[in-house]
T-cell receptor
Framework: DTAVSQTPKYLVTQMGNDKSIKCEQNLGHDTMYWYKQDSKKFLKIMFSYNNKELIINETVPNRFSPKSPDKAHLNLHINSLELGDSAVYFC????????????????FGPGTRLTVT | GEDVEQSLFLSVREGDSSVINCTYTDSSSTYLYWYKQEPGAGLQLLTYIFSNMDMKQDQRLTVLLNKKDKHLSLRIADTQTGDSAIYFCAESNSPGGYQKVTFGTGTKLQVIP
């Protein structure tokens, strides 16, 4: 019944490695997001995908590459991991397109805590 | 671009009221939101308010919006230890039909028993 799921929950790896985080939503939403939350709990949007199309691509190093095989999945691949990549990464989904303004809720996954040593 | 600011930390005693404040810069915001993040979890929507309203009450929660000053607040009455969390305000607008949301910096609420 989990609405937005992420795997893995914890990821410990060494500098220079390549890793992926997977995200799936079963809510039928049209848009998915990746956020990075640093140690001070600031939440920063990284990417947004709508129907498999990239909508938002904030200033993120190109070592980060999102991949959306279908509407329900948005994976995050990170190459050549650096110490500064250590953070909690959240996936979220929402129904972002609307014919008229409406409140909409972003549903967040439980987060993936990435530690780079 | 849009900017949403909050104070970082608030400490209150159990049973008191908590007031968490937020300021934003985008005058075209259509909805404003409060999200709660408990330790080790993702954010969850608590409540929202439409930009043409100035107040919304939902059980122990009262949201006040001063659109002129671009100031949003969340009041929690009879604060309980279970309210200890990080609270994020957020605003959204919809350029071209796509609803874009900007989150604030988050306020950590500590409830002292």
């Amino acid at each position: 019944d989990t609405a937005v799921s992420q795997t893995p929950k914890y990821l410990v790896t060494q500098m220079g490695n390549d890793k992926s985080i997977k995200c799936e939503q079963n809510l039928g939403h049209d848009t998915m997001y990746w956020y990075k939350q640093d140690s001070k709990k600031f939440l920063k949007i990284m990417f947004s995908y709508n129907n498999k199309e990239l909508i938002i691509n904030e200033t993120v190093p190109n070592r980060f590459s999102p991949k959306s095989p279908d509407k329900a999945h948005l994976n995050l691949h990170i190459n050549s991991l650096e110490l500064g990549d250590s953070a909690v990464y959240f996936c979220a989904s929402s129904q972002a397109y609307s014919d008229s303004p409406a409140p909409y809720e972003q549903y967040f996954g439980p987060g993936t805590r990435l530690t780079v040593t | 671009g849009e900017d949403v600011e909050q104070s970082l930390f608030l400490s209150v005693r159990e049973g008191d009221s908590s007031v968490i404040n937020c300021t934003y810069t985008d005058s075209s915001s259509t909805y404003l939101y409060w999200y709660k993040q408990e330790p080790g979890a993702g954010l969850q929507l608590l409540t929202y308010i439409f930009s043409n309203m100035d107040m919304k009450q939902d059980q122990r929660l009262t949201v006040l919006l001063n659109k002129k000053d671009k100031h949003l607040s969340l009041r929690i009455a009879d604060t309980q230890t279970g309210d200890s969390a990080i609270y994020f305000c957020a605003e959204s607008n919809s350029p071209g039909g796509y609803q874009k949301v900007t989150f604030g910096t988050g306020t950590k609420l500590q409830v002292i028993p």
